[in-house]
């Protein structure tokens, strides 16, 4: 099965990246190479995750997610879930999920609020 | 009864796991359960259709339609020849990982869904039925 196709959209400073709704596992792997790379390349300082249309959020899934955080943190970029559907909400907590340190938002609107004032004085948003 | 309503699915690659999803999802959805219901189906049957992947390589899943009286229910029934699980209390344990999960899966599908019961022998496989009745 082909990858799905992802977008990467640079946004001044940040990444914004529409995960898309049922990802198998090598579309969600090449997701995180795809948000590393950009990282790199845009010298970005934040990264917003676009999760609104997700409709299963399992536990390989979360695992993937937490992990990217944690790289992106590494790189001095901070991460934020935006959109989470209650439905979804619901599921991962009763799986037993965490996100890591993740922040997130109700949507991206409100992520690029939240990125502003998370991130040092100076980036450009 | 539609065809949608029950059915089998063999699993045997990695693309099979949103495969199973999608048929669960019209599965369930079809069969009247809402939203938060739906997703913690499919969530408890992507867990376990990944568990046969990784841990088996291949495996059968099953679906169909419970009645009891009034009450309604989805069945879902994964099997398959592989390993076998040594240990299922263990097994059952959140974190308590041989793969490179969580160690979610088995717990984590057990606790989204009503019932579960599972039968494992060593060298010879693996069979995990789970239930979720329909609240009206």
């Known amino acids: 099965m082909a990858i799905e196709n992802i977008s990467v959209l640079k946004l001044r400073d940040i990444l914004l990246i529409t995960v898309p709704p049922d990802p198998d596992d090598r579309t969600i792997s090449a997701l995180q190479d795809q948000v590393l790379e950009a990282m790199e390349r845009y010298e970005s300082r934040g990264l917003v995750l676009d999760i609104s249309t997700v409709q299963t959020l399992d536990s390989f899934f979360a695992r993937t997610i937490a992990e990217t955080v944690q790289m992106v943190a590494l790189m001095g970029g901070r991460t934020v879930l935006a959109g989470m559907r209650a439905s979804v909400a619901v599921t991962a907590t009763q799986l037993g999920l965490t996100m890591g340190k993740a922040l997130t938002a109700l949507d991206v609107d409100r992520a690029l609020d939240l990125l502003k004032t998370a991130l040092p004085r100076g980036s450009n948003l | ?136």
Request: glycine share 14%; net charge neutral.
């Open chain 2, 1 to 136: 009864m539609s065809d949608t309503h029950q059915g089998e699915f063999r699993i045997g690659s990695e693309s099979d796991i949103v495969a199973a999803r999608r048929l669960i999802r019209n599965a369930a959805t079809s069969l009247g359960f809402g939203i938060t219901d739906v997703t913690r189906i499919v969530t408890a049957a992507s867990e376990l259709t990944r568990n046969i992947y990784q841990y088996a390589g291949s495996g059968l899943m099953r679906w169909h339609c419970l009645t009891e009286g009034v009450e309604v229910g989805l069945e879902l029934t994964f099997e398959d020849s592989g390993p076998g699980i040594p240990d299922i209390v263990k097994a059952m344990e959140s974190g308590f990982s041989t793969g490179k999960g969580f160690g979610l899966g088995l717990p984590g599908a057990k606790r989204l869904m009503d019932e579960m019961t599972i039968q494992s022998e060593v060298g010879k496989g693996t069979k995990v039925q789970t239930r979720k009745w329909l609240r009206r």
